[in-house]
């Protein structure tokens, strides 16, 4: 294979360039050895996602408070899951656009009824 940056040709099986030194070949891709990894504590990390998610376009407010409180249930029956700290970021997001969508619709109508 030829160096990217000085245009040398190397062995193939060569990582470094021979000629300037440039990583030509990215090590070895690490595979986890369980490849069945499950998140601990799935309903936690949904929250946090649709929690922040909500912030930047407000639809998944309500899921992320029900996702929460999923989350902070299951870290309840199983403390080893752990997750609160998800959960917590996922109901508190969700419930500040749940109040904005709110105060803005409540807004929409009073304009509208003015
Ligand atoms: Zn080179």
Do not use: Q
């Not at 870290?75 to 917590?88: D, I, N, T």
């Amino acid at each position: 294979m030829f160096c990217y940056r000085c245009g040398k040709a190397n062995e193939d099986d060569n990582r470094f360039c021979k000629y300037c030194g440039t990583m030509i070949r990215p090590p070895a891709v690490v595979v986890p050895e369980d490849l069945n990894y499950f998140p601990p504590n799935p309903d936690a990390l949904w929250a946090y996602y649709l929690g922040i998610a909500s912030l930047l376009c407000g639809i998944t407010g309500i899921p992320a408070i029900v996702m929460g409180i999923r989350g902070l249930r299951y870290a309840k029956l199983h403390p080893e899951a752990r997750g609160e700290v998800h959960a917590w970021v996922g109901i508190i997001g969700g419930a500040l656009t749940v109040l904005c969508v709110f105060m803005l619709i409540i807004g929409v109508v009073i304009s509208a009824c003015l």
